[in-house]
């Protein structure tokens, strides 16, 4: 099912993130966030930092994971010394050694990826001689432009998700419950090559789908009720996201005309994307068709996400949001209409931002009813 | 498959947070970490806050968990007053009336449950008039002794693993991958109720064992071979976790060797373990047997950790830990011992301490050989 993938080679990466450091005036960065530790080094364990400096650096993590860390970021092309730490002072003296070689006086923090308690920790008790500073999300303004091989990645997490749910929306019809639903999903993924979840499943039947976030419970899906259903899994690390509402039978006509005005949201925003248009004017194209059908408190929620190693990722599509799309940027389009005692729609798809507009990665098709 | 469990409620837990917090002279806490949300409130949801004063109290959400906040916060017991804020400014002034209200002075944050710029935030520009402090992990003091109708969620988890590893023991001989025979594991503890994974099953067979925290590969698990099998689910909120390490017929002598060495550390480290106990001894009993065999060095991790609302969690049970052990507290008792390029050998179980022992929630059978 997964096709062949292109490599990742993460030396590039380093070297743009170097670029990072110097704008910022900065000699060097801890990087701490583990889908950051992943973009950098390629490693995928559950604890390592890495310090990264103009010309030098280092990947610290500890003795369960001597093997794995020599492994993949000999893979991934990244050109890091490894240091295994058996303790935290241990792990401290390593990156103390590679600090003072490299001469560094200021270094940044992802201030956004440590608690308050280990940043004062690293200051304070670390690195006591150094000036530590509050970094922004370097890294992660770094991962907002995917290359080539991470597209490719997210594609076959989406065509993964398309092709598990063609192979299931039958099982709906026959008096499934939501939970049992969700892992049928879920298995059918894994068995075509996902190596998970990228979130729990949502499988939202009837009334319930008028919570966004609902979890799936024991009631069975009737029929002409909406269901929402909002998945994703994870190949080699990169995550897919797609929702679709159906409904098994002819739903009610509220019911009906809510989803279409999702449907009409949704596409006109997917139509909006494209390099160069700010993401806040995407989220307002959906907002207002759903404000003119009267339901502008009922999308209570931004309109998406960029999607990548994290399923939540930069930029955000939101009101709030000052982001401009570029080429490369991968975003959900997903506005929502939810109606307490009701019921709730959602549609949702993975894009790829292009120069002229978007590449959809989510390919299952919009039908109400099924 | 899972029992009546008894009714959580969590009045009573807020009331003994209200008592450490005059302990730690403070007049409020402001929660910000998940596990510490749903413990304190019952919510389940991915977004919330809640300012704890001495008197008085705030659960903030936003729009998507309108519906949900009210119905957990009621089945809960949760005697705080709930907020919908529809971005950050309209949750900030929710907070900020209420902190008003209730006169608070000393505001503790979750040093270690707050990023460094989420704490920069909130001092500078949510509460500048307050004193805002980094609070030691309280909620997760709390946390460390469980209820009898926490204890019996971690049972009914940990008899589900238990139940489905005995399901599945014999597909190991039948040339099953590693990933494949996960993911049956994960499905049959779904099927007999799981919620979920409480983390990613570890199935590392031959020479992968020596990785501790190895994933499933497309591995045909052969003959002979050592099969490190960690895994765990969740039930209504609470983790379980075992892990075991088999063999389908006779292994090597070494190999044979390495699992009894570790079996007797295992078997003795549990038989420490009881209330009034440091968990640094019942490390340190698991560690003399193996260091004794000569393998000091290939057991390169801690001997276990406190299991509850999240996998691992306080008291650790290892030779940093300053913990002693407690009647309620649930811990793991998992050494090991890893060879590069021949393998692994983890035994592992989850045991609510006692008076003078402790109840071994995880039950399946250590055989070497299956």
Redesign the interface.
């Known amino acids: 099912m997964i096709p062949a993938l292109p490599r990742v080679d993460v030396s590039d990466r380093i070297a743009r993130l170097r670029a990072a450091l110097a704008d910022e005036g900065a000699d060097a960065i801890l990087v701490t966030r583990l889908p950051n530790i992943r973009y950098l080094t390629g490693f995928?364990?559950?604890a390592a930092m890495a310090l990264i400096t103009a010309t030098d650096g280092l990947f610290v993590t500890?003795?369960?994971?001597?093997?794995?860390s020599a492994e993949q970021l000999g893979a991934a092309g990244c050109p890091l010394e490894i240091a295994i730490g058996?303790?935290a002072d241990d792990q401290r003296d390593h990156l103390r050694r590679v600090a003072d070689r490299a001469g560094v006086g200021r270094l940044l923090?992802e201030?956004?990826?440590?608690?308050?308690?280990?940043?004062?920790d690293l200051a304070d008790r670390w690195f006591p001689d150094l000036e530590v500073l509050?970094g922004d999300p370097i890294v992660e303004t770094l991962r907002m432009v995917k290359e080539p091989a991470e597209i490719e990645r997210i594609r076959a997490a989406c065509h993964i998700a398309d092709d598990a749910l063609a192979s299931l929306l039958e099982r709906l019809g026959t008096g499934i419950t939501e939970r049992a639903f969700a892992?049928e999903l879920e298995?059918a993924m894994?068995?075509r090559g996902a190596?998970?979840n990228s979130f729990?499943p949502i499988v939202a039947s009837g009334p319930n789908g008028?919570?966004?976030?609902?979890?799936p419970s024991d009631r069975v899906v009737g029929r002409g009720e909406l269901v929402v259903i909002d998945f994703g899994c994870i190949v080699d690390g990169y995550c897919s996201d797609m929702t679709r509402t159906v409904s098994v039978g002819e739903p009610s006509p509220e019911a009906r005309h809510m989803w279409e005005v999702v449907h009409e949201a949704q596409a006109a925003g997917r139509d909006a994307v494209a390099a160069g248009v700010e993401a806040a004017a995407v989220d307002r194209v959906c907002r207002e068709i759903i404000a003119a059908a009267g339901w502008a408190e009922a999308f209570?929620?931004g309109t998406g996400h960029g999607v990548g190693i994290e399923i939540h990722e930069d930029p955000r599509v939101s009101q709030?949001s000052s982001a401009t799309l570029l080429p490369g940027h991968i975003v959900t389009v997903e506005p929502g209409v939810y109606l307490?005692g009701i019921g709730g729609v959602r549609l949702e798809d993975t894009v790829a931002v292009t120069e002229g507009g978007c590449d959809p990665l989510t390919a299952f098709p919009k039908h109400l009813v099924v």
Chains 1, 2 share one sequence.
């Open positions: 995928t364990g559950s500890d003795g369960r994971y001597r093997e794995q058996l303790g923090l201030a956004g990826g440590v608690t308050w308690a280990q940043a004062r509050p892992l298995v894994r068995e190596d998970g729990d008028a919570k966004p976030h609902a979890r209570a929620h709030a307490p």
